[in-house]
């Protein structure tokens, strides 16, 4: 299911890549894609898998509120994947019916209240202006792991809808064979979302770094503030690596502006922006803004044009990586803003 990029496989790991799969394989129950594409540089991998794990799966915010966030993120990004593996997840902690309500656009109809506020929160994370992100429902204690688990799966639909095939995990026609397979699928995984997990433990493949100021709202708790940090660096230095700076300028200055709408189906909006540039600066920074702002533009055409000038595949990572994360961050400023003027007492 992988496309572009050629990570080895699993069983040729060793050393701290090998251990972070075995942490992977004991918390999240197998070593999925996600995890594989990022395996060409274990700096990203390491950053992806402490910021999924810490934001996600351990804290105080119940794992099923969270898997819910994921399907609903996954929605908004139409990523059908997402969307099944997540849904998979949220039955696996007893939550069937919410399944269905946010697969069938009826959030509106989930009986819990907590849980349709914040799955309705969630499907407007793409829309900064929407009185639902306005009044968060839920605490400026709960926020840094609801927030960072928004963020970090916009970062991971994006990467799912250009290096993945972006079929359901369950291939399968049939409704109702399908959702008799995803049933059966969360039993499976049923004990392992439940079980009890050490907060911090994915930190030991990580190293301390500065936390950027627009994740400020992640500060007070130690360990989604350090695997935040860690990733941001990690993705940092992949941006450095195979994006110029007027690349990373220009794609940067463009995602700023952005306020979550759909450019459509026309890429001439990306050719503008990238206008100033030339060769395989904007080559690079063309595939960069699509990959932040509209994945689905992205066809093979495209990235082999790319990989025409870059061959090796981590360049391609890094730029899918650095955009992927430079998008996601950008919705996490809208996302935090009611809790940044709470904090400084604005209305």
């Excluded at 790991?13 to 274990?42: C, K, W």
């Excluded at 995803?182 to 493949?205: D, E, I, P």
């Excluded at 690349?247 to 759909?262: F, L, M, P, Y």
Aim: charged content about 20%.
């Amino acid at each position: 299911m992988i496309k572009y990029i050629q990570p080895p496989p699993v069983s040729a790991a060793n050393g701290m890549l090998h251990e972070m799969y075995g942490q992977i394989r004991n918390d999240f129950g197998f070593v999925g894609d996600i995890f594989t594409i990022h395996s060409l540089s274990p700096s990203l991998l390491a950053g992806l898998w402490s910021s999924m794990r810490e934001t996600e799966m351990v804290g105080k915010v119940p794992r099923s509120i969270k898997e819910a966030v994921a399907v609903a993120v996954a929605k908004s990004n139409q990523c059908p994947f997402c969307v099944d593996a997540h849904s998979m997840m949220l039955m696996a902690t007893g939550n069937n019916q919410v399944v269905q309500r946010i697969n069938s656009d009826q959030a509106e109809l989930i009986p819990d209240e907590k849980m349709r506020s914040v799955v309705q929160w969630a499907l407007a994370t793409r829309s900064p202006g929407s009185s639902l992100l306005l009044n968060p429902p839920f605490t400026n204690l709960e926020a840094p792991e609801i927030i960072g688990t928004a963020v970090t799966n916009h970062y991971i639909t994006r990467m799912i809808d250009v290096l993945l095939s972006n079929q359901s995990p369950i291939p399968v026609r049939n409704a109702f064979l399908k959702k008799l397979l995803q049933r059966a699928v969360a039993l499976v995984f049923a004990s392992s979302v439940r079980k009890s997990r050490n907060q911090g433990a994915s930190l030991v493949f990580t190293t301390e770094s500065e936390l950027p100021n627009d994740f400020w709202w992640a500060e007070h708790h130690p360990y989604i503030r350090f695997a935040l940090a860690a990733f941001a660096d990690a993705v940092n230095r992949a941006g450095e690596q195979s994006l110029t700076e007027d690349s990373r300028t220009v794609v940067k200055q463009h995602i700023d502006a952005w306020t979550g709408e759909e450019p459509g189906i026309s890429r001439q909006w990306a050719e503008k922006a990238v206008s100033s540039l030339s060769g395989g600066s904007r080559t690079a920074a063309r595939l960069a803004l699509l990959t932040a702002i509209a994945p689905y533009q992205i066809d093979d055409e495209l990235i082999h044009e790319f990989q025409s000038v870059h061959r090796e595949g981590i360049h391609l990572l890094n730029v899918l990586s650095w955009s992927s994360f430079m998008a996601a961050r950008r919705i996490g400023t809208w996302l935090s803003a009611p809790f940044k003027a709470d904090e400084e007492g604005n209305p």
